[in-house]
T-cell receptor, first 114, second 115 residues
Framework: QKEVEQNSGPLSVPEGAIASLNCTYS??????FFWYRQYSGKSPELIMS????GDKEDGRFTAQLNKASQYVSLLIRDSQPSDSATYLCAVIRYSGAGSYQLTFGKGTKLSVIP | GAVVSQHPSWVICKSGTSVKIECRSLDFQATTMFWYRQFPKQSLMLMAT?????????EQGVEKDKFLINHASLTLSTLTVTSAHPEDSSFYIC???????????FGPGTRLTVT
């Protein structure tokens, strides 16, 4: 089982709609969860971090975490063409010897259609 | 969010030469920095993890003698690609982790082309 799983997409939504991106993780001991946005040819940009069960809102973005179900999601309200990018789910896992490593999913490509 | 810079943003070098890439955390101290590479349309691949003042930990399959990493201070890490070959051409991205909450920020990346 892959450690962090995402639907690769592409996910297409019309402009103004809500885009819903989902992620599951396998390590039940994971404590920190992140969403990154990566435009083509660019490096990843941290857009949301979440550590507790429930919802966390930041502007048009809402991250949702359910540790019992090992599930993280990202909602993008009022989607804009500029939101078209690959969204990476990332989870901190303990990698031994006091080290913690960020493990990425393969990413979901979002396309917002004008 | 925190800012990580990377220099140069792109470099072209001849086969057999060495290239050094610098990564700096501009507004925070990073005890841990990471180096990734990414080929077109592929996922990020972690190359190594470096902690300030100690030797880097390389991922399996990454040649430590070829990819030299130095993390001399809490704000600077360097990656030197030695004796570069065309197959080393890639997008190299550094990342730095903040003390709190394990948030990890990425530099803008360095596009290396070896001719």
């Amino acid at each position: 089982q892959k450690e962090v799983e995402q639907n690769s997409g592409p996910l297409s939504v019309p402009e103004g709609a809500i885009a819903s991106l989902n992620c599951t993780y396998s390590d039940r001991g994971s404590q920190s969860f992140f969403w990154y946005r990566q435009y083509s040819g660019k490096s990843p940009e941290l857009i949301m971090s979440i550590y507790s069960n429930g919802d966390k809102e930041d502007g048009r973005f809402t991250a949702q975490l359910n540790k019992a179900s090992q599930y993280v999601s990202l909602l993008i309200r009022d989607s804009q063409p500029s939101d078209s990018a690959t969204y990476l789910c990332a989870v901190i896992r303990y990698s031994g010897a006091g080290s913690y490593q960020l493990t990425f999913g393969k990413g979901t490509k979002l396309s917002v259609i004008p | 969010g925190a800012v990580v810079s990377q220099h140069p943003s792109w470099v072209i070098c001849k086969s057999g030469t060495s290239v050094k890439i610098e990564c700096r955390s501009l507004d925070f101290q990073a005890t841990t920095m990471f180096w990734y590479r990414q080929f077109p349309k592929q996922s990020l691949m972690l190359m190594a993890t470096s902690n300030e003042g100690s030797k880097a930990t390389y991922e399996q399959g990454v040649e430590k003698d070829k990819f030299l990493i130095n993390h001399a201070s809490l704000t600077l890490s360097t990656l030197t690609v030695t004796s570069a070959h065309p197959e080393d051409s890639s997008f190299y991205i550094c990342s730095a982790r903040t003390y709190r909450n394990y948030e990890q920020y990425f530099g803008p990346g360095t596009r290396l082309t070896v001719t």
